[in-house]
């Protein structure tokens, strides 16, 4: 009677502390500021992440790692080149999911996703993908053009599977790569607050009414010079006729 | 002034020496830099011979490199970029600048023959290449152009002095160096013409009867012996690494820069155009102008300058200037086509130094208002495209200008003025 009613208590309290800390954990109290960073055709799209910030639960997500998965717009894409050049410095953990044409310009390229991967070792982390603007097609009047970057969704794996315990209609599980490579994890979609507006990318386009006084101004340009040239090696093989032929 | 008279009278080895040296501490300061800088002082495109590398050690073809647009020479070349260390590349175009530096001074004096004054101008000659600013900044930030460059060096070398007795063990040479230029990079094959016209021998006026003319213009034994040297050695390495990689191979080394079709801002005329049309035109009256203008002046420069071997040199270093300036594409990189040819005829140009000062500052001044312009594009995203075009306008009618007064002011055999004494300059 005595045993029934002790291993009843032991119950109890692992109960409540399995139910205290996945409660804990499964809160998911994370907050995301998204910026553009530098100026021009080439910047940095940085994510500043803070797990926890009012609760008390701190470092509960030590050990795990956290995956961006970001969608860029046809007019925005990253270099895998460049992203593999930082892979293999360790600056970095992204890459590309599909293949990206670095040299297309907007109307002929697709949109692509970005997968960028970070140990967690803290409860607020910095995160970077540089990030590059394609040429648009020249419209009627010029200006700017705008391309929008949403938020990424933000994903959660833990290999010692302390997330198994958190609902799975909160954060459904999702099968992506572990690391970059082959194996695949199942990784926790975590939903978030973002703190920061949309991020708006705005690049100038050429002017296509300009087409006839570019079209003129460059042939006339070419024939001035080209006459030019001719000019000047005329004039020069009939005053030096001695010195240049034989 | 008296220490610059001292260090320009230092020895040849001594400025190889210094050359070598101030190469090296650029290539230090770009790794430095790149560290720091938002823009990067290594090239874009030693990033991709280094990745092209990286596929060959690991068994690979280079050009799973996505824009590895070269030669598989040129990855070769590069291994030891990943199996020694990143900056090997750098200094392996650094050494081919010096080489460069070290065969324009043998190829003046040769040129110069007996005169006492040939060591002096030649070793001019070399310095203008060796303290170059713009040779410097290329070979060091990792273009791999001063390669083609010095075997198109070569190749003259070999066809203008007689290093081995047996000259058709000269021209074999030249004509190897050549195709094995046009491998590396298309341009050179405009220096056929006039290497080959150089090797002829040409009475031809009002007077001369027109079978003796016509007899005249057919090939003689030096002409065949280049042109078959030059084509069986492009045919051979080019054969070779067809094989290797195939199509893919011909593609992206010669084949995608017949069709580039580069819309993205860049220092020639044609840029703002090729971008308002998108290069999508069936017919396409101003592109078709920009070439027929190159290959004209191509064939006249030849004609004029390269019918003598007295002048081949500046019939190539014209050529050079012409395929840069009326190029759909015009990159800093490609300056060094015209660059690496100008110590060859440098001592021919009977200028003012006031006249030269402001030439090459009307050039770089046009090529820095276009180049503030474009940062305010790409670094600054401002709407500036028709600011560039001028610029542009602007930079190609320098290039003009100054092909115009170089040819004007151009003697050959005036070797800077020297006189017999190597120290005083020649009355005008």
């Known amino acids: 009677m005595l045993t029934n009613i002790f291993s009843f208590r032991i119950c109890i309290v692992v109960f409540v502390a399995i139910k205290v800390f996945s409660a804990s954990k499964c809160d998911y109290d994370v907050k995301i500021a998204q910026i553009l960073i530098n100026d021009g055709y080439h910047r940095n799209l940085t994510y500043h992440i803070i797990f926890n910030e009012d609760s008390e639960s701190k470092g509960i997500y030590n050990g795990c790692?956290?995956?961006?998965?970001?969608?860029?717009?046809?007019?925005?894409?990253?270099?895998?080149?460049?992203?593999?050049e930082f892979n293999r410095l360790e600056r970095l953990n992204a890459f590309p999911r599909g293949r990206v044409n670095i040299e297309l310009p907007t109307e002929e390229a697709e949109p692509i996703n970005v997968f960028i991967i970070s140990e967690l070792t803290d409860d607020e982390i910095q995160m970077w993908l540089p990030v590059h603007a394609r040429y648009h097609e020249s419209v009627s009047g010029g200006g700017m053009v705008q391309y929008d970057i949403g938020p990424p969704k933000m994903y959660l794996y833990c290999a010692d599977r302390r997330l198994?315990?958190?609902?799975?209609?909160?954060?459904?599980?999702?099968?992506?790569?572990?690391?970059?490579?082959?194996?695949?994890?199942s990784w926790r979609d975590i939903p978030y607050t973002v703190l920061t507006d949309p991020l708006v990318w705005r690049v100038p386009v050429g002017n296509s009414n300009h087409f006839y006084i570019i079209g003129i101004g460059t042939a006339f340009a070419i024939m001035v010079g080209t006459t030019m040239v001719i000019r000047a090696m005329h004039d020069h093989i009939l005053k030096h006729r001695r010195l240049i032929i034989r | 002034m008296?220490?610059?008279?001292?260090?320009?009278?230092?020895?040849?080895?001594?400025?190889?020496?210094?050359?070598?040296?101030?190469?090296?501490?650029?290539?230090?300061?770009?790794?430095?830099?790149?560290?720091?800088?938002?823009?990067?002082?290594?090239?874009?495109?030693?990033?991709?011979?280094?990745?092209?590398?990286?596929?060959l050690v690991e068994g690979n073809s280079p050009y799973l490199r996505h824009t590895y647009r070269y030669s598989p020479l040129i990855a070769y070349l590069m291994i030891p970029n990943i199996i020694v260390g990143r900056e090997f590349g750098k200094i392996l175009f650094s050494v081919f600048d010096i080489f460069l530096a070290a065969a324009v001074k043998s190829l003046v004096e040769r040129q110069l023959g007996v005169a006492k004054y040939a060591s002096v101008t030649a070793k001019y000659c070399a310095l203008s290449w060796l303290y170059n600013p713009l040779s410097i900044g290329?070979?060091?930030?990792?273009?791999?152009?001063?390669?083609?460059?010095?075997?198109?060096?070569?190749?003259?070398?070999?066809?203008q002095s007689n290093v081995f007795k047996n000259s058709i063990t000269n021209i074999v040479l030249s004509g190897f160096f050549l195709g094995s230029a046009i491998h590396l990079r298309l341009y050179p094959l405009a220096f056929t013409f006039p290497m080959y016209l150089s090797l002829g021998k040409y009475k031809i006026n009002r007077n001369t009867p027109i079978k003796e003319g016509l007899v005249s213009l057919l090939p003689n034994k030096n002409q065949m012996i280049l042109a078959f040297s030059c084509v069986t050695s492009l045919l051979f390495i080019t054969y070779a690494m067809y094989l290797r990689y195939g199509y893919e191979f011909l593609f992206e080394t010669y084949i995608y820069h017949l069709l580039r079709k580069d819309t993205?801002?860049?220092?020639?005329?044609?840029?703002?155009?090729?971008?308002?049309?998108?290069?999508?035109?069936?017919?396409?009256?101003?592109?078709?102008?920009?070439?027929v203008s190159k290959c004209v002046l191509l064939f006249l420069l030849s004609l004029n300058y390269g019918c003598d071997p007295k002048?081949?040199?500046?019939?190539?270093?014209?050529?050079?200037?012409?395929?840069?300036?009326?190029?759909?594409?015009?990159?800093?990189?490609?300056?060094?086509?015209?660059?690496?040819?100008?110590?060859?005829?440098?001592?021919?140009?009977?200028?003012?130094?006031?006249?030269?000062?402001?030439?090459?500052?009307?050039?770089?001044?046009?090529?820095?208002?276009?180049?503030?312009?474009?940062?305010?594009?790409?670094?600054?995203?401002?709407?500036?495209?028709?600011?560039?075009?001028?610029?542009?306008?602007?930079?190609?009618?320098?290039?003009?200008?100054?092909?115009?007064?170089?040819?004007?002011?151009?003697?050959?055999?005036?070797?800077?003025?020297?006189?017999?004494s190597g120290k005083g300059i020649k009355e005008k």
């Open chain 2, 264 to 291: 993205r801002h860049n220092f020639s005329i044609l840029f703002y155009y090729t971008y308002l049309t998108k290069d999508q035109m069936s017919f396409d009256i101003v592109k078709i102008l920009a070439q």
């Open chain 2, 138 to 159: 290329i070979s060091t930030r990792g273009n791999a152009d001063s390669f083609p460059c010095f075997l198109i060096v070569l190749s003259i070398y070999f066809l």
């Open chain 1, 65 to 84: 790692r956290i995956g961006l998965d970001q969608y860029l717009p046809a007019g925005v894409f990253v270099n895998p080149n460049e992203l593999n």
């Open chain 2, 2 to 55: 008296d220490r610059v008279s001292k260090f320009i009278d230092l020895s040849f080895g001594n400025h190889i020496c210094i050359g070598l040296t101030v190469r090296l501490v650029f290539i230090l300061y770009g790794n430095i830099h790149d560290r720091f800088s938002v823009v990067p002082y290594t090239d874009v495109d030693y990033k991709v011979f280094t990745d092209a590398a990286r596929h």
């Open chain 2, 311 to 420: 002048t081949l040199p500046f019939a190539m270093f014209a050529q050079a200037v012409v395929l840069v300036a009326y190029n759909s594409v015009m990159t800093s990189q490609y300056f060094i086509w015209f660059l690496s040819l100008l110590p060859l005829v440098l001592k021919d140009f009977k200028m003012e130094p006031g006249k030269i000062v402001y030439l090459v500052f009307l050039w770089i001044a046009t090529q820095c208002a276009w180049l503030f312009f474009a940062y305010q594009l790409e670094f600054k995203c401002r709407q500036v495209f028709m600011l560039i075009w001028c610029q542009s306008v602007m930079f190609y009618g320098s290039n003009v200008f100054i092909l115009t007064q170089l040819i004007k002011y151009y003697r050959p055999g005036y070797a800077f003025g020297i006189n017999e």
């Open chain 1, 164 to 185: 198994d315990v958190c609902d799975r209609s909160v954060s459904p599980s999702v099968t992506l790569t572990c690391n970059g490579g082959v194996k695949m994890c």
